[in-house]
């Protein structure tokens, strides 16, 4: 079975960061680009960053530019989310998603993990 | 930014109706849209790619269709367990973005 399962989701005070995982199973992972797309508490869904399966390019939407890092290591099949100097406004539960627009297999946000959540408050 | 304008925002609905949800792009996306459905407590789970390509699995009453600027998603027959809330989404340019959601609720 095809499985993203995503960990590391916390309380944390603003200011400070945390570091998300999300492992995949059940395909192969390197051959595959992977997004972090997140949903805060009652919202809709944001799309927050992407990574080609080589590692590059990397996207990000505009409000968590410069705070957070996506990155991939492909010989763990895991996809991480460093994020750093967290604000109120980022708490939400984070989705890993599969994503193939590169031509391997053209499948568009496939996958999804259950999510975890983040929670930022003092 | 391509913008996503999600109709209608909620949409109140029998077992056995038919309903159609839409969703408009503020640029031409080709046919760089799926559907997604999410039930409360879960992850989104995707329904329809490039506008019109129904996943294996979800059921025949689901159907998708538009090109360009403006898409439709169509539920014939709904049943009980179709009730949940759904998304658009554009990947023909970054930043990606998502429809607002339609809460689909039991009339």
């Known amino acids: 079975e095809e499985q993203l399962v995503e960990s590391g989701g916390a309380l944390v005070e603003p200011g400070g960061s945390l570091r998300l995982s999300c492992a995949g199973s059940g395909f192969s992972f390197s051959s595959y680009e992977m997004n972090w797309v997140r949903q805060a508490p009652g919202k809709g869904l944001e799309w927050v960053a992407y990574i080609h399966h080589s590692g590059s390019p990397i996207y990000y939407t505009d409000s968590v530019k410069g705070r957070f890092t996506i990155s991939r290591d492909n010989a763990r099949n895991s996809l991480f989310l460093q994020m750093t100097g967290l604000k109120v406004e980022d708490t939400a539960v984070y989705y890993c998603v599969r994503d193939d627009r590169d031509g391997y297999v053209d499948d568009p946000f496939d996958v999804w993990g259950q999510g975890t959540l983040v929670t930022v408050s003092s | 930014d391509i913008q996503m304008t999600q109709s209608p925002p909620s949409l109140s609905a029998s077992v056995g109706d038919r309903v159609a949800i839409t969703c408009r792009t503020s640029q031409d996306i080709k046919s760089d849209l799926g559907w997604y459905q999410q039930k409360p407590g879960k992850a989104p789970k995707r329904l329809i790619s490039y506008a019109s390509i129904l996943q294996r699995g979800v059921p025949s009453r689901f159907s998708g269709s538009g090109y360009g600027t403006e898409f439709t998603l169509t539920i014939r027959s709904l049943q009980p367990e179709d009730f949940a809330t759904y998304y658009c989404?554009?990947?023909?340019?970054?930043?990606?973005?998502f429809g607002q959601g339609t809460r689909l609720e039991i009339k």
């Open positions: 989404l554009q990947h023909n340019d970054y930043p990606i973005t």
